[in-house]
DNA sequence: TTGTAGGCGTTATCAG
DNA sequence: CTGATAACGCCTACAA
């Protein structure tokens, strides 16, 4: 009575079962290889006392966590949420847990945090994309930590990677632009240094314009962070050009929307008078109005199949097995034919 | 050549520095205690051999993983995604890491993650909310892990929150809601079981209305997961109601974004028809059509109070100071006076 | 200022 | 099937 308490450590739950620490530590991990009686007298004792199994000490004993980590670009908004949920419960299923940090799009904070989760011991790493600084992959292969690519699908690349082609979803996207006879085509991408998922997407545009017989000329770019605001700053300048686009393509759904509000304020009606497309189909997609056209990426297989493929590296399954995950156009009202130049 | 190195150790650096493994370990946790060429020494073969401390052996060791853990309900929108964000941005300034789960609003699962936290040394817990089994409360009593709760503010509770009070803050817009002339009033809940927050905030709303003179019969509520569809489907069901509600205030941002499509797709006009309040004030908030009158919830100054003062409780610096952050109401076009019942 | 040595809580190997 | 016992990598008195 009164005794403060600390944690209960595995030889604790020993001596009140009265085995050896081994039998504990069987029973906990290899149930099987114990006998049921002892079984169920450890059992009790771990209960009794609430034992929780030291992590760090497991992990160092056992050279392994049944962790994951996952570096996203951000949490601020929808864009990897969904994919990273359908991550997370596959790694559930599989015994797997789930450690997240954002960066921010900082290569340098995505660089301490890939150090800070193989130094906690993560089994294996979800990154985003390919574009980094060599030297991470170097320091991962180091300390032999399996890593898949996800968002991204590049499969001559250094990495294995889970995901879509940018560059052909955004292409199929412009094509679509173009079929609904727009000449004039501007696009606000997300920053491109250090992103190849954007840069991929302004190259998809390129390559239907391109194919299409279309020059240079035809395209006005500009390059923003995914943040709504910017979105519809970069809206606002391409609306003050002459002539004036008839169509913004939009690197993501986040900076769509930002344009969507800043017609709205501007009293640009679309698709009347400009049409807009976005990319991702997050749920903010079908729920602003014009709802709108863009890429549907199916993220929740993406996260699916992403948690296979990284556990089966983990476990030496699999040498990293690239897969590619199919996008479609998603047609809504936010694109229409550009208005007649009467 | 050819060798295969894996990761370097404290006793990798130290003898490629020549000195002991405690040099190299005051190196890396109090530099100033060694002399300035000696240090030089260390850092640059930690340097050349690109060694990373291992962080279980560290924590073991050191009883202290400068990692706090959140365990947050979900990350698939964006209502806890900027209080985080800044919760986390504050943690770094600090030197701590933020660790993050979802727990899904299931509570066995927040139960398990919160295991698995303090198993992984956290040194402190964020967790959303109040209501909770008080065997977790023991459970981190007996592992001695302060835990601050955060989206809520009930100073008489049991743990220290920082948060704001989510009755009052429904009851004001609610007080709006009347003064703008409702008197047939339905509210989208989320779920209350296990959500003081949901609870109150169908409080606040029983409150105001209450004050108001209006009795239990003015009140139509629906409970529903926090998931936009859900929010349309509620919506639906209260436009069946004869006579119909003429306004409908949601449990959250997210909620009533779902209702906002629902009344599109109905063909019934918001404000003119029927109202809509949200929760929260979240971006989407003000990107919806019609924009959303709301509670705005200052999330980035929440975030941040709570770290600072977590880290206080971590350190022994504070015994847990609760602190209430203040809301109000954001005023916007989805709020109008009810229709003419002429 | 620096080195020595013990211990943190588990797992895994190897006997018994 | 179960029990000793040696790692695992680092921190921290304590000693020099």
Same mark, same amino acid.
């Given at each position: 009575?009164?005794?403060?308490?600390?944690?209960?450590?595995?030889?604790?739950?020993?001596?009140?079962?009265?085995?050896?620490?081994?039998?504990?530590?069987?029973?906990?991990?290899?149930?099987?290889?114990?006998?049921?009686?002892?079984?169920?007298?450890?059992?009790?004792?771990?209960?009794?006392?609430?034992?929780?199994?030291?992590?760090?000490?497991?992990?160092?004993?056992?050279?392994?966590?049944?962790?994951?980590?996952?570096?996203?670009?951000?949490?601020?908004?929808?864009?990897?949420?969904?994919?990273?949920?359908?991550?997370?419960?596959?790694?559930?299923?599989?015994?797997?847990?789930?450690?997240?940090?954002?960066?921010?799009?900082?290569?340098?904070?995505?660089?301490?945090?890939?150090?800070?989760?193989?130094?906690?011991?993560?089994?294996?790493?979800?990154?985003?994309?390919?574009?980094?600084?060599?030297?991470?992959?170097?320091?991962?292969?180091?300390?032999?930590?399996?890593?898949?690519?996800?968002?991204?699908?590049?499969?001559?690349?250094?990495?294995?990677?889970?995901?879509?082609?940018?560059?052909?979803?955004?292409?199929?996207?412009?094509?679509?632009?173009?079929?609904?006879?727009?000449?004039?085509? *501007? =696009?606000?991408? $997300?920053?491109?240094? !250090?992103?190849?998922?954007?840069? #991929?997407?302004?190259?998809?545009? %390129? @390559?239907? &314009?391109?194919?299409?017989?279309?020059?240079?000329?035809?395209?006005?770019?500009?390059?923003?962070?995914?943040?709504?605001?910017?979105?519809?700053?970069?809206?606002?300048?391409?609306?003050?050009?002459?002539?004036?686009?008839?169509?913004?393509?939009?690197?993501?759904?986040?900076?769509?929307?930002?344009?969507?509000?800043?017609?709205?304020?501007?009293?640009?009606?679309?698709?009347?008078?400009?049409?807009?497309?976005?990319?991702?189909?997050?749920?903010?997609?079908?729920?602003?109005?014009?709802?709108?056209?863009?890429?549907?990426?199916?993220?929740?297989?993406?996260?699916?199949?992403?948690?296979?493929?990284?556990? *089966? =590296?983990?476990? $030496?399954?699999?040498? !990293?097995?690239?897969?590619?995950? #199919?996008?479609?156009?998603?047609? %809504? @009202?936010? &694109?229409?034919?550009?208005?007649?130049?009467?």
């Amino acid at each position: 009575m009164g005794k403060t308490r600390s944690a209960p450590t595995l030889t604790d739950v020993a001596r009140e079962a009265g085995v050896s620490t081994a039998t504990v530590s069987r029973c906990l991990n290899t149930p099987e290889r114990v006998i049921e009686s002892t079984r169920q007298r450890v059992l009790q004792a771990v209960e009794s006392l609430g034992y929780t199994p030291n992590f760090a000490a497991r992990v160092m004993a056992a050279k392994r966590s049944f962790t994951i980590g996952a570096i996203i670009p951000t949490m601020d908004n929808a864009i990897f949420a969904r994919g990273l949920q359908a991550f997370q419960d596959e790694l559930r299923e599989r015994g797997y847990t789930l450690l997240v940090s954002s960066s921010a799009y900082d290569p340098e904070a995505e660089r301490e945090q890939i150090r800070t989760l193989v130094a906690r011991g993560a089994d294996g790493l979800l990154l985003i994309g390919h574009a980094r600084d060599p030297e991470i992959y170097e320091y991962l292969d180091r300390h032999q930590v399996p890593s898949l690519v996800a968002w991204s699908y590049v499969p001559e690349a250094r990495r294995p990677s889970v995901g879509f082609s940018n560059a052909c979803a955004m292409r199929a996207l412009a094509e679509s632009v173009l079929a609904a006879g727009h000449r004039r085509i *501007a =696009m606000i991408s $997300g920053l491109t240094e !250090g992103n190849d998922r954007a840069l #991929s997407r302004v190259e998809g545009v %390129r @390559q239907a &314009l391109q194919a299409a017989g279309l020059g240079e000329g035809a395209l006005t770019l500009i390059e923003t962070p995914y943040e709504i605001d910017k979105g519809a700053e970069a809206f606002r300048q391409l609306m003050a050009l002459e002539p004036r686009p008839t169509v913004v393509m939009c690197g993501n759904d986040v900076l769509a929307a930002g344009a969507l509000r800043e017609a709205k304020g501007m009293g640009i009606a679309v698709p009347e008078q400009v049409s807009v497309t976005g990319f991702d189909d997050i749920e903010l997609a079908a729920i602003v109005s014009p709802a709108l056209t863009t890429v549907h990426v199916p993220h929740r297989e993406m996260g699916r199949k992403a948690a296979r493929e990284l556990v *089966a =590296m983990v476990e $030496g399954t699999s040498a !990293g097995q690239p897969e590619c995950i #199919s996008t479609h156009v998603v047609t %809504r @009202q936010s &694109l229409a034919a550009p208005p007649d130049p009467s």
